[in-house]
Structure formats: C-alpha cells, structure tokens
C-alpha cells in the first residue's frame, strides 16, 4: 500500500510540475501573441508580412511535429526535444533586445519550432508518469495549468504595456522572468521523472512498432471533428464586425472568455474521461455543432459570446482528452510518432474549417447550406468514433 501511494505520489508531483512549466511557458509566449503583430507593425512589417509571418509560424508549430514525434521514437531522446522546444521560448525575451524586423521574425519563428519540437516528446512523457493515476486526469491537471498560463499572460502583459506606456523592448525583456521560472521547474521535473520513463521504455523498447488501425480511425475522426469546428479567429473576426469601432476593446476579452472556460472544463473532463473512456468524446464532437452555427447565424454580441463558451467548453476537451485517446490507442514506443500525427492533424483540421467557414462567412452563404455541411461532417466523425471505441474494446 505504501509502495502505490509513494508512486501514485510521484506521479501526480511529475504531473504538476509538467502544468507549471507549461503554465510558465504560456505566460511568456501567450503574453506575447497579443502584442506580436504590432510590433512587427512598430520595426516596418506590412499586414501582408504579420499575416504571413502568422501563417507560416503557426505551420511549423503544427506540421514539423510528424517529423519531431519520429525523431522522438527513433532516438529515444524525450528530454533533450523537451529541453530544446522550452528552451527556444527565449527567443519571446530576446525580442527585447532586437531591432531589427528581420531578427524579429527569425525570433517569432524560432518560438513557434520550439512548439513543434517539445510537443509530441512532452505528451509521450506525460502520458508515461500519469501510469496509474490516469490519463485523462494528467492532461486535465496539465491543460488547467496551460490555460492558467494562457489567461495570466496576456494580462500581465497588458499591464505592462500600460504602465510602461507601450515599451515593447521593457515588456519583452520582463518576460525572461517566467522562462527562467520556467527552466527551474523543468529541470525539477526531469530530475523527478527520467528514471520512470526509462524503465518505461526499456519495457517496451522490443514490441513491435504498428500504429492500431483503430488509432487511424480515431484520427481520421478528430479531422473531421476539427475541421467542422470554427477557428475562434473568425468568431473574433464576426465580432469586429457586429461592434463598433469605439467597442472593439472588447473583442479579447471574448478570446479571454475563451480561455477561461478552457480552463475550466479541462480537469473535469480529464476525470470523465478516466472513467468512462474513448466514448467521453461524445460529447465535444457534438458540442462541435454549435460554435459554427450560433457564429454564422450571429447578428448581436450575444450569440457570438454564447458561441464563443461552447468553443472553450470544446477546446478543454480537445486539448485535454483527445490527447489522453492518444496514450490508451497507442503503445510508448511509437507514441511521439502519434502524437506527432494527431498534433498535424489537429492542426490541417482547424487550416480546412477556417479556409471553409471564412468563405461561407465571405459569400454570406445561406444558412441551410451551413447547417447541411455542420451536421454532415460532425456525425460523419461521431460515426467513425463510435466505431473506433467498439475496435478498441473488442481488442482489449
């Protein structure tokens, strides 16, 4: 009894220490998207430069994570990606000491890669040291803490901004604060947690290495799960619409609304999720319906606040139990490559839903053509989960 306690212990310390170096990590580069463009704005960047800067940052951070989550399993190097990925969240710092638009913009991109590379590595590490205590409570715990981290950012940079009347470089240079808070509590956590992961592997280092045909389902899944949500950037994007230009102040605070209830949801789910399995997902797969229609149908601040809750209440339980799925579908051996996978995925679901929803939303496209793809796609998905939780039962 003793024994499962010190380890159930162990683990839930490894956990909350993994939730503080994410908490840590998003106050410094979530506190930094707010003001990114205009500082990009501040040293020369036209909007065609931001936008693309934007897109092709948020690409590496999803995209190279296929090729991070195989280097990952091919080289057993879990700390070393994860020490390199928090690592390069010192380029947010360094913005302090720039100049240079050009410098910035490596600096942007050079975070964003960080992202690509410490992601699958970190999942896989979580997912060994939560053994135990439960999955879905481990990327609840880890995903409150995130969300904690994503709220507290922005706001301590916003006051920043304000008191420093609008100093970038004084703003960016204070953020080597949370990241040195950040490498403590990470090399805590890789002082508490590499010997598990390295009886972990040598466990499973000689089984085969397949992903499941019931993990394939799954993915295809979350896809059609993703591509069928709206990104938020469009709810926000509906709201500068709807407000006047003396209200849009309050377009992110809808996004800090967002956030919250990320938050929120996120351990709640992780415990459902331990209890009931894969078929949880029901419920945010078909939460999914609502964000898209109540944003295209919108025509008050109301509605689109309404959608903008229903997105977080989905967001938690995407970022939290979609990723606990991908631990119970797959073995530790090749878990950086699916993670790697469902990461890409997620990230190619949400590039479709905002190419679709902004053309829908562009050509005022009627609303039952909306509705029509809404339910088509989500219960397409459903359909394939269900059949994904029924291999996956009948396997185990």
Not at 46 to 67: E, H, P, T
Not at 266 to 276: E, I, N, P, S, V
Not at 294 to 321: H, P
Request: glycine residues 10%; positive net charge; contains cysteine.
């Amino acid at each position: 009894m003793k024994r499962r306690f010190f380890n159930s212990k162990s683990a839930y310390i490894g956990i909350l220490l993994f939730g503080i170096v994410s908490l840590m990590g998003d106050v410094v580069y979530e506190g930094a998207r707010g003001i990114l463009p205009s500082y990009l704005k501040f040293l020369g960047a036209s909007a065609v430069i931001v936008g693309l800067v934007g897109g092709l940052g948020d690409f590496l951070g999803y995209a190279l994570r296929l090729i991070s989550g195989f280097l990952v399993d091919t080289t057993h190097a879990y700390w070393f990606f994860i020490f390199l990925g928090y690592g390069l969240i010192v380029s947010i710092p360094l913005l302090g000491f720039s100049t240079s638009l050009e410098v910035a913009i490596i600096l942007v991109l050079l975070e964003r890669l960080g992202k690509a590379f410490r992601s699958p590595a970190r999942d896989t590490v979580l997912s060994v040291i939560s053994k135990g205590v439960g999955a879905g409570k481990a990327f609840g715990i880890h995903e409150l803490l995130d969300q904690t981290g994503a709220i507290a950012g922005p706001l301590i940079v916003s006051a920043l901004m304000f008191s420093s009347n609008n100093d970038y470089r004084y703003v960016f240079t204070f953020l080597l604060a949370p990241f040195l808070g950040l490498l403590t509590a990470l090399i805590c956590t890789y002082k508490g947690t590499r010997a598990k992961v390295m009886i972990e592997k040598r466990k499973t280092e000689e089984k085969k290495k397949n992903l499941s045909k019931q993990f394939y389902m799954y993915i295809f899944a979350v896809l059609l799960n993703t591509s069928g949500l709206i990104p938020f950037t469009l709810i926000l994007y509906k709201a500068s619409m709807i407000l006047p230009a003396q209200e849009e102040w309050i377009i992110p605070l809808i996004y800090l609304l967002i956030q919250g209830v990320d938050a929120s949801i996120a351990l709640l789910a992780g415990y459902t999720y331990d209890k009931f399995g894969i078929k949880i997902l029901l419920a945010p797969f078909l939460l999914s319906l609502l964000p898209p229609l109540l944003t295209i149908s919108s025509t008050e601040l109301l509605t689109l606040i309404i959608a903008s809750i229903f997105f977080g209440l989905v967001l938690g339980m995407q970022e939290s139990i979609y990723r606990a799925a991908v631990s119970d579908l797959t073995q530790i051996s090749i878990r950086g490559t699916a993670y790697g996978i469902f990461n890409a995925t997620y990230g190619i679901g949400f590039l479709i839903s905002g190419g679709i929803y902004g053309l829908l939303m562009d050509l005022n496209a009627p609303f039952i053509v909306t509705l029509l793809l809404i339910v088509v796609v989500q219960a397409t998905a459903v359909t394939i989960l269900l059949q994904a939780s029924k291999a996956s039962r009948k396997q185990a």
